[in-house]
């Protein structure tokens, strides 16, 4: 059975980069394909990006393309997802989630909560 | 700004049941992809509700139950308890959009 356990809230400064660790345990992060999630506070979901299974390459959503790097590390079986230029809407929990062959995102990880603040 | 569009809230008293609807298009739910569903509790992760439009994971109570047709899906809710007073987020894929991870826009469903 796949388990997340994601790192520690976090608080930066605008400008700043913030990097958040998932680590897998139960399989390989080779067997999985690892995704980042995000939800600003009384907001709903908004996904980030992943691997793509079908491409074999990291994909990541408009929004984000150039400010987020998702990057594995196979020999921790641990996932990182870094966002640089953080403004105060970037203020959210970050999840890490697996996608299943089939499009379905199962189990996440507890979340964390990084604040941007001044 | 989400291409499946869900109601805001919805309630029931303890017993009754319960409809959210997820409102998609051609590109995405109409165009074959499946919907899965997703239970956020206050304060916790999401947690897988329904996969497959209709498939409910092992430990899931078949109070919940999903369905899909044209360009919307429905999760159900029936026998409603206390407990089910959660977030619902639908989930698709959209071929308009490069990436997988296409979220409805939520529904909170309120137990009276």
Request: with cysteine.
């Amino acid at each position: 059975q796949v388990q997340l356990v994601q790192s520690g809230a976090e608080v930066k400064k605008p400008g700043a980069s913030v990097k958040v660790s998932c680590k897998v345990s139960g399989y390989t992060l080779t067997e999985l394909s690892m995704h980042w999630v995000r939800q600003a506070p009384g907001k709903g979901l908004e996904w980030m990006g992943g691997f793509d299974p079908e491409d074999g390459e990291t994909i990541y959503a408009q929004k984000f393309q150039g400010r987020v790097t998702m990057t594995e590390d196979t020999s921790t079986d641990t996932a990182y997802m870094e966002l640089s230029s953080l403004r105060s809407e970037d203020t959210a929990v970050y999840y890490c989630a697996t996608l299943r062959p089939a499009n379905w995102f199962d189990p996440w990880g507890q979340g964390t909560l990084v604040t941007v603040s001044s | 700004q989400s291409v499946l569009t869900q109601p805001p809230s919805v309630s029931g008293a303890p017993g009754q049941r319960v409809t959210i609807s997820c409102t998609g298009s051609s590109s995405n739910i109409g165009a074959g992809y499946d919907v899965h569903w997703y239970q956020q509790l206050p304060g916790t992760a999401p947690k897988l509700l329904i996969y497959g439009n209709s498939n409910r994971p092992s430990g899931v109570p078949d109070r919940f139950s999903g369905s899909k047709s044209g360009t919307s899906a429905s999760l159900a809710i029936t026998g409603l308890q206390a407990e089910d007073e959660a977030d619902y987020y639908c989930q698709s894929y959209d071929s308009s959009l490069s990436g997988r991870g296409v979220f409805g826009t939520g529904t909170k469903v309120t137990v009276l």
